[in-house]
């Protein structure tokens, strides 16, 4: 049986107009006022950014992370923390590459499974440089080097809970 653990959004970038529905979005699929401290996005005029975090089950967080894909212009992360012998979850998303999901470890390193690997080397022709986008592809770099530019050490550091 699965039980709840912590999970972690940031929300990097959302239009002004979006904040308050991007905030009944959370509730209607938390159930919980998220009760979001926006401030102003220094990239993006005219965009805001806050951050949140809970205590849920997996799935509930995969569904957040699919209810928020579905508004234009945000770009956003939402982690689920991996448990004891568990791995965690990485949703990024970004307006124009969509929703990508990786599993994380207990130190926030993605993940590709042997399978994943084993397709890899079987469904190309070798070529070094289609094997390098293939990689990047399934470490999810094209989406953290998209969502970098709105990264600071303090965002990045509630993403990972790594503060109060």
Not at 38 to 67: C, H, K, M
Not at 114 to 142: C, M, W, Y
Request: aromatic share 8%; glycine share 6%; net charge negative.
């Amino acid at each position: 049986m699965s039980s709840s653990s912590r999970s972690h959004l940031v929300l990097h970038a959302v239009p002004v107009a979006h904040a308050r529905q991007i905030a009944w979005t959370i509730n209607r699929v938390l159930g919980v006022d998220p009760r979001l401290v926006w401030r102003r996005q220094d990239v993006i005029a005219d965009y805001v950014t806050a951050a949140f975090s809970w205590n849920e089950l997996p799935s509930v967080t995969a569904n957040l992370a699919s209810a928020l894909a579905c508004w234009g212009g945000v770009w956003f992360e939402v982690m689920h923390e991996p448990t004891a012998g568990v791995d965690g979850s990485l949703w990024l998303h970004t307006p124009t590459l969509g929703l990508k999901h990786r599993s994380v470890d207990a130190a926030g390193n993605i993940l590709v499974s042997e399978f994943e690997l084993g397709n890899l080397t079987t469904s190309h022709d070798s070529e070094p440089s289609n094997i390098k986008v293939e990689l990047s592809q399934l470490l999810a770099r094209p989406w953290t080097d998209e969502l970098e530019r709105f990264r600071n050490p303090d965002a990045r550091s509630r993403l990972l809970g790594l503060t109060g």
